[in-house]
């Protein structure tokens, strides 16, 4: 029979994994690799998913990473922007083309008269000239194609060819409306076309696990990982989880007792963390769970108190004053809001150095 493991056993288990008990004496493509990409919806997240868990993180060694190509932020898990080592990309991006694929129906009627063998040669084409943004793609595709939805033809590129965004100065790596090039020419090989179905899975459970096959399937978009799991099992330890559902993991992968300690931590919009299970109670509660994401699907930052998500945070910026607002799910020891505070502080110095006066403050729960 399983060992059953217990919620905080879980949650011990992933934050171990995800760096997130201790910052580790890690470089940042070593850490990517580790966490098998962090989610990168937009440019500024990563940098502060890195600085929780890394540290003495700089902000400047993330810029060096993807200047040198050794990172990329490409589309990838769910159909989402991610930034991956160039060696995942590259292994990975096939198979994620079928969640790519799928994705494109969400088009529905706007697909009318959409031939990929035609639009992704000619978008090709428009690529090996130069970067170009979306933007311009979609301009340059219309007047290929003028009977074609302009959104349907730039949708279909970034989903059906391997792309990646160009690295800029900008403070957080890259522009708000940032341009693509072909991921072939910007690391100089193209996507194996190797299956490595049973790497991936492997991969996330060393940086998620113990995890079900839905969660994993969660985590990828891919439906055929049960499959891959189960033809992995005799390689892998089986748990069940409070529900009796079964759950699958690496054998030597760390399993801290569930009462190892676990410090205040604050996590970006987006962090992977919050998004990579499918039954996601060994961080957040479901009662708490609705309120994570808006109804524009932006995913809340948030901060973690004995290892689980006791509320969101946000910050703002004026002229001359930073801030960081606590929003807590209940109320907080003074403790609790002391530790907050001081790890808020520390944030705020990394992401407004030249703010003359920084704040934190806590709502009332």
């Known amino acids: ?88 990309y590259l292994a990975f991006r096939t198979p994620m083309q079928p969640v790519l694929d799928a994705g494109l129906k969400v088009l529905g009627p706007r697909a009318a008269g959409l031939d990929r063998e035609r639009v992704l040669p000619v978008a090709r084409g428009l690529l090996e000239e130069s970067p170009r943004t979306f933007s311009e793609m979609r301009s340059l595709l219309q007047a290929e194609f003028p009977d074609v939805n302009e959104r349907a033809l730039g949708f279909a ?65 891919l439906r055929s990982l049960a499959e891959v799991l189960d033809r992995l099992r005799p390689r892998l330890r089986v748990f069940a989880d409070d529900r009796g559902r079964e759950l699958f993991d690496l054998p030597d992968a760390p399993r801290p007792a569930e009462d190892a300690p676990a410090p205040v931590r604050f996590l970006p919009e987006f962090d992977n963390l919050v998004l990579a299970h499918s039954d996601r109670r060994r961080v957040i509660s479901d009662e708490h769970r609705p309120g994570l994401t808006t109804k524009n699907l932006r995913v809340r930052a948030t901060f973690l108190v004995d290892g689980f998500a006791a509320g969101t945070w946000e910050t703002e910026r004026g002229r001359k004053t930073a801030s960081l607002r606590l929003r807590p799910f209940a109320p907080l020891p003074r403790g609790v809001i002391e530790e907050l505070t001081a790890e808020a502080e520390a944030l705020l110095a990394f992401t407004e150095p030249d703010a003359a006066d920084r704040q934190v403050t806590a709502e009332p729960a």
């Open 1 to 88: 029979m399983a060992e059953t493991l217990t919620l905080r056993a879980l949650n011990r288990a992933t934050l171990a994994r995800q760096m997130l008990l201790a910052r580790a004496d890690a470089s940042v493509p070593e850490t990517v690799e580790r966490l098998c990409g962090l989610q990168a919806q937009e440019p500024r997240p990563p940098f502060l998913g890195l600085w929780t868990r890394i540290a003495g993180f700089r902000r400047e060694d993330l810029h060096t990473a993807l200047h040198e190509r050794v990172l990329v932020r490409a589309t990838m898990m769910r159909g989402t922007l991610h930034l991956m080592t160039a060696g995942d």
């Open 157 to 221: 590129v970034r989903m059906s060819m391997p792309l990646v965004m160009v690295p800029t100065e900008d403070r957080w790596g890259f522009p708000r409306t940032a341009a693509f090039t072909l991921a072939d020419t910007w690391l100089g090989g193209s996507p194996s076309e190797v299956s490595a179905l049973e790497q991936l899975a492997v991969r996330y459970l060393a940086a998620f696990g113990p995890a079900s096959a839905a969660d994993a399937q969660s985590w990828s978009g």
